[in-house]
């Protein structure tokens, strides 16, 4: 499993940025998938997780953006989305994606995801 993300960049508030975290190995349906970011000076977080595709989709979501954040996942792209709109300063991080072969759940705990990409910063101008 070979994860690598796209879509950051620079956005004024308000604004919607998609990040993408395309697997080269072709197995990603057969992960959960989570979101994490880490600011300067901050601990990484949990933003968005989503399970193994075999399963119902169960999601989880950070409680600072929910209903702004959708993830998402195409099987046949081998890839997985973050849909961040309405996006705020509070939001500027360094953007990672991750995998981990648990199955039927989600976790936020980055210590359970044994794949990482390289990350993509999102900055969030006032």
């Known amino acids: 499993l070979q994860l690598a993300e796209s879509g950051g960049g620079l956005v004024q508030s308000g604004g919607s940025l998609n990040l993408s975290c395309v697997d080269s190995?072709?197995?990603?349906?057969?992960?959960?998938v989570g979101w994490f970011r880490q600011a300067p000076g901050k601990e990484r977080e949990a933003v968005s997780c989503i399970n193994n595709s075999d399963y119902d989709g169960q999601t989880y979501y950070t409680e600072s953006v929910k209903g702004r954040f959708t993830i998402s996942r195409d099987n046949a792209k081998n890839t997985a989305f973050l849909q961040m709109n309405s996006l705020k300063p509070e939001d500027t991080a360094v953007y990672s994606c991750?995998?981990?072969?648990?199955?039927?759940?989600?976790?936020?705990?980055?210590?359970?995801?044994?794949?990482w990409g390289q990350g993509t910063q999102v900055t969030v101008s006032s």
């Open positions: 190995g072709h197995t990603l349906r057969y992960y959960a």
């Open positions: 991750a995998a981990t072969q648990l199955e039927n759940r989600v976790t936020r705990d980055p210590g359970m995801y044994a794949y």
